[in-house]
């Protein structure tokens, strides 16, 4: 992460990678239906959403440029959202459909599937 955080511009896989790593760690149990159902005590999802995730899905309000970059880096962060959807409020996942909305847009074919399919897993938890 420090890495990234050193060189955002080339070492976006160094992010991505820790994406995978924390996802990896944290579950211990999930479904298809409901995300992550079981964490571990020795992860913290949301804390790791704050400081590395949030940041990167709201570069989709700065404009084209800065939501058209890094697509791969955009997909992994709308995956893990989609994935850990149930360990947020419902506050924090009408915040999530806001900030997520932009990617709607997104020239990558990826991004915009990952963000349709992360509001509709966001509208989904809402409802219940």
Known sequence: ISKYNADKASCWRELEAAT?????LAIRGSTR??????LSPTVN?????TSCILPILSEGRS????????????AAALRYVTT???QFSASQLQ???DTVLPFLGAE?????TYAAAAIESF??????
């Open 20 to 24: 995978a790593m924390v996802s990896a």
């Open 33 to 38: 239906a409901q995300g992550v159902t079981e």
């Open 45 to 49: 999802p949301l804390q790791f959403f």
């Open 63 to 74: 404009g084209p440029a800065a939501l058209n970059a890094q697509p791969m880096l955009k």
């Open 84 to 86: 850990f959807r149930n």
């Open 95 to 97: 915040a999530l459909v």
């Open 108 to 112: 990558s074919e990826v991004v915009n």
């Open 123 to 128: 509208v989904s938890v809402r409802g219940e």
